[in-house]
């Protein structure tokens, strides 16, 4: 499997900078952002992304507001929320809104991989199947 391209949201900055350092003795490749309008602005330009880890709480727009609209706007990635031990409701929220999963802050870094690694293989199958069903269509559009 190609390895994983992440989008890390959170307005934790040096949180963020130690997360991509680990990921990527990892092979897996990192965009960050500090904010969640920060973090739909690069969605847009990098829709191929496999996965986004959301931190719930930021200042302005939360993580369960960008999650929303991640699932209203058709992104394909996959949403791994993080949360605080006290925001652990905020992260069954999140899954009810389809996220992928939720993790407590701090994270052990093999959880959050797998849970990458689980979710990434989850986003390229579905792409794979809505490419099938595409591909069927046309070929229905062209029989004679």
């Not at 900055?13 to 969640?36: G, H, P």
């Not at 652990?88 to 797998?114: H, N, Q, R, W």
């Amino acid at each position: 499997m190609k390895s994983p391209f992440v989008m890390l949201v959170d307005d934790e900055v040096s949180f963020v900078e130690t997360l991509v350092k680990r990921l990527a003795t990892r092979n897996i490749e990192t965009i960050t952002a500090f904010s969640a309008e920060e973090g739909l602005e690069k969605l847009e330009m990098n829709q191929n992304l496999d996965v986004i880890v959301l931190d719930v709480k930021m200042p302005g727009m939360d993580g369960l507001e960008m999650l929303k609209k991640i699932k209203a706007g058709f992104y394909r990635a996959e949403v791994i929320m993080l949360t605080g031990h006290a925001t652990i409701e905020s992260g069954i929220t999140g899954m009810k809104l389809g996220a992928y999963d939720f993790l407590t802050k701090p994270c052990d870094i093999e959880e959050l991989v797998s849970k990458v690694e689980e979710a990434t293989k989850k986003k390229r199958d579905h792409d794979t199947k809505i490419q099938e069903a595409e591909r069927k269509k046309l070929l229905r559009n062209y029989e004679p």
